[in-house]
């Protein structure tokens, strides 16, 4: 028998854990989950309404999970994500694949009890896109990844709305696709500053693969599309005349700082450029939040 | 051939708190489908169901 002092193992916290279901994206997922939910039509329940947007946390927690688990070698290369619960040696890989393969399957049951069939398939589908389509694939594969990724992360409004009505229409796929729509521009104006790490983590992020000049033009395009889709649920109903009068103005905004990008020499390693790249990234967010906000208010209160 | 562990205190203390996260988790699961199925029971006596 050989006795093993642990004094190299992993003291694993709680924490640890917790920052393996990346807590921030989750937030974001609660809340675009939540607008979709009180978006929806129709009276609801609050504690089934509490479970889907729960269970849409826990399934993101679990994606998350999964990706830290699969991405452990470019996380470790990676400035950003060095100190991460696996490659800072807190916690295993296996145990990560656990959490995230455990927490899917019970967020999609809890999708199912509280809110059937479709609301519960389209979360599972939303985590396999996520860990299996994205993780494992795309994000390696092409410069196009975070795009065609982005999906997973613009369906949790569509998820909450079929779990309040059971049913799609017109206006949960607007929600989808704006947040589809701003994915783009809004993890490539901060990928231009990341542009180094990518590039050493060998991950085929557009500034690494088509260069700094080509991605300013992508933001632009992308941000040229974003603009006007975002207006119109004005047009269906689902936002009113704060919404009309927020997104026509934060549309323009939007496209002002990425055209600032399209002219700089941002990614190019000068800190004055690289300004205007995150000037646009700081305000996606403010952007995205504020229309979500506004769909929330107006639909809620209405 | 057999292997033991022997944790350090800071190490024991470590896992009684996470299996104490486990538990709460657990036990909150447990209360969430519970909470589930009353509102899906009264939802259904509300609309006439079982009569």
New interface residues.
Partial sequence: ???????Q?R????SD?LALLKPRVMSLVVFTGLVGYVAAPGPG?W??GF?AV?AIAVAAGASGALNMWYDSDIDLVMTRTRSRPIPSGRVDREDALMLGLTLSA?SVV?MY??AGVLAAGLLAFTIFFYAVVYTMWLKRATPQNIVIGGLAGALPPAIAWAAKTGSLTLDPILLVAIIFFWTPPHFWALSLLQKNDYAAAKVPMLPVTHGAKATRLQIFLYSLLLAPLAVTPVLTGLGGPIYLAVSALGGLAFVALAYRVLRSNAGEGVPAEDKRARDLFGFSILYLFTLFAIVFIERGFA | ????????P??LK?RK??N??LALSLIA?VV??F??????MQ?FSLLGGGQ
């Fill in positions: 028998m050989v006795d093993v002092t642990a004094s193992l003291t694993a916290s709680a854990y329940d504690v089934l479970a729960f019970l809890t009890l509280a | 051939m057999n292997e033991t562990v022997t944790l350090t800071e190490e470590a708190r996470r104490m996260w699961f969430l489908v909470a589930i199925t009353v509102s899906k939802a």
